[in-house]
């Protein structure tokens, strides 16, 4: 396949690298990490958790295929697998927050191509069949943010400020800004409302979590709970909402990887020049991601809402 990827730090100034990593095995394997940003901002030897998380995945993910696993073993043992080696990786590193990646890889067999994605990192086939997992958690976090964001540009006047601000309640949570005066107690009570609405679930199951705000969030990573997701976080793997498919190679024309930094996917086009320019109609168009492109963060001046990250391939045969 004719292949080309693109990555670019949310960090405008480029002066700390970001949480995605890239794997290439030409003929062999596809693939993208992207490591959760650590709420904390530690850096641990240079890096952050996120992406010690998700190249840790990378490197076991080239193994398994070295070993040829990626074709066989079970979606449960392949991602078990990875967990593993984050796992090793944080106590390697000695990280005290648990660092968590997700993972979506294609990798190519003789006559037919394996999908294998857990998390939001996306898959495209054909520029039109997306594989790609949305989490209710994040939306719930998303319709809180949006929520908490208007109410405080009423009361901030820079837009860099309204988004800081609006970052640390959601990840502080609503208990600790009302405590701070970030927000009043009929405030928090607007924004839950919001996104009990949005993610369609009880007042009790938004404001246990929104209380304590994204903080607390890998409580509900490999959890069973209505707001649990699967996570490469070093623990017991659970398969909710993960990929696993097999197609054949005849009917794949064209396949693309994106992590979640692309909020929208183009509508025409498959190359990353495709991708960059439907990045910046967003920007253009909802640059604090409160309207059509609604996010879990806002960009800001100095940064863009996430890393952006793509990988496109064509069949040579096209």
Known sequence: MNIEAFSRSKYKDMAKPGDDVILIEPDG??????????????????????????????????KLAADGKLLDASA???????????????????????????????????????????????IRINGRDVYQHHKL?????????????????????????????????????????VAAGSLTVDEAAEALAAAVAAARVSETIAADFLTGGIRTQFHHANAHGPLGYASINGKQIILDGVTNLRLPKADVRSIEIFSDGYVS??????????????FQRVELSDFHKTGAFPTVKGSTSFESCDDRTVISAVSARN
């Open 29 to 62: 394997v596809l693939a993208v990490f992207d490591g959760a940003t650590d709420p904390t901002g530690a850096i641990y030897h240079g890096e952050s958790s996120g992406r010690i998380a998700a190249r840790s995945a990378a490197r076991r993910t080239a």
């Open 265 to 278: 996917i183009p509508a025409s086009g498959i190359a990353v020049d495709d991708w960059e320019k439907e």
């Open 137 to 177: 958690i994040d939306t719930v976090s998303t319709a809180a943010r949006v929520a908490v964001h208007g109410i405080l540009t009423r009361k901030i006047a820079d837009a860099d400020d309204v988004e800081m601000a609006t970052r640390e309640v959601i990840f502080s949570g609503f208990n600790a800004a």
């Open 76 to 122: 449960q043992e392949i991602f078990q697998a990875l967990s593993d080696s984050v796992k090793d990786a944080a106590t390697e590193h000695n990280i005290a927050h648990p660092p968590s990646t997700t993972a979506a890889i294609v990798v190519e067999a003789p006559d037919h191509f394996r999908l294998l994605a857990l998390g939001d990192t996306g």
